[in-house]
T-cell receptor, first 116, second 109 residues
Framework: GAGVSQSPSNKVTEKGKDVELRCDPI?????LYWYRQSLGQGLEFLIY????????KSGLPSDRFSAERTGGSVSTLTIQRTQQEDSAVYLC??????????????FGPGTRLTVL | KQEVTQIPAALSVPEGENLVLNCSFT??????LQWFRQDPGKGLTSLLLIQSSQREQTSGRLNASLDKSSGRSTLYIAASQPGDSATYLC????????FGAGTTVTVRA
């Protein structure tokens, strides 16, 4: 596609519910990243995919967070039993190649998650 | 762990003035450094990317320098305009991006 797309753009949920956030990377990009932007923490790394595998999950804040990527393309970030502190903008980025001087990350518009 | 700091946190200037935004980072083992712009409620727009081997990069009124050995980058915006009002973020890439907290710029007409 022309750019990284994310859905939904906005999600309001009740505390304790599960949510799924979707990211469609730029076609042909092998690396995919999830970041989170919240008022108190700024922009922080969550997880990185190379193809369908996730070599670095170090940024996931708790075991309620998980992510998968299928077909080397679409990725889904799942948050189980949402808490109010999960409220943030979740950003997805993709790059043609992971790491190295050719790694330019392109960002999607984000999903704004509000947990009531 | 990479720490990225941006100074100042906020900046207000009259139209036409040049802007100087500073970014510092603690670990010089990076592939590149990116400057982004973020408008309120919007996503990130990439402005400039400087490879670790480069000293500077220019695009129109924007110029970014990189001194990897001292862990510093500076973004210069010449002849500022009200449309330049936004938050500017720098991010260092050691395969994942580590972001600064940003500098919020207001250009007064």
């Amino acid at each position: 596609g022309a750019g990284v797309s994310q859905s939904p753009s906005n999600k309001v949920t009740e505390k304790g519910k599960d949510v799924e956030l979707r990211c469609d990377p730029i076609s042909g990009h092998t690396a995919l990243y999830w970041y989170r932007q919240s008022l108190g923490q700024g922009l922080e790394f969550l997880i990185y995919f190379q193809g369908n595998s996730a070599p670095d999950k170090s940024g996931l804040p708790s075991d309620r967070f998980s992510a998968e990527r299928t077909g080397g393309s679409v990725s889904t970030l799942t948050i189980q039993r949402t808490q109010q502190e999960d409220s943030a903008v979740y950003l997805c980025a993709s790059s043609r190649i992971a790491g190295g001087p050719q790694d330019t990350q392109y960002f999607g518009p984000g999903t704004r998650l509000t947990v009531l | 762990k990479q720490e990225v700091t941006q100074i100042p946190a906020a900046l207000s200037v009259p139209e036409g003035e040049n802007l100087v935004l500073n970014c510092s980072f603690t670990d010089s083992a990076i592939y590149n450094l990116q400057w982004f712009r973020q408008d309120p409620g919007k996503g990130l727009t990439s402005l400039l990317l400087i490879q670790s081997s480069q000293r500077e990069q220019t695009s129109g009124r924007l110029n970014a320098s990189l001194d990897k050995s001292s862990g510093r980058s500076t973004l210069y915006i010449a002849a500022s305009q009200p449309g330049d009002s936004a938050t500017y973020l720098c991010a260092v890439n050691d395969y994942k991006l580590s972001f600064g907290a940003g500098t919020t710029v207001t250009v007064r007409a």
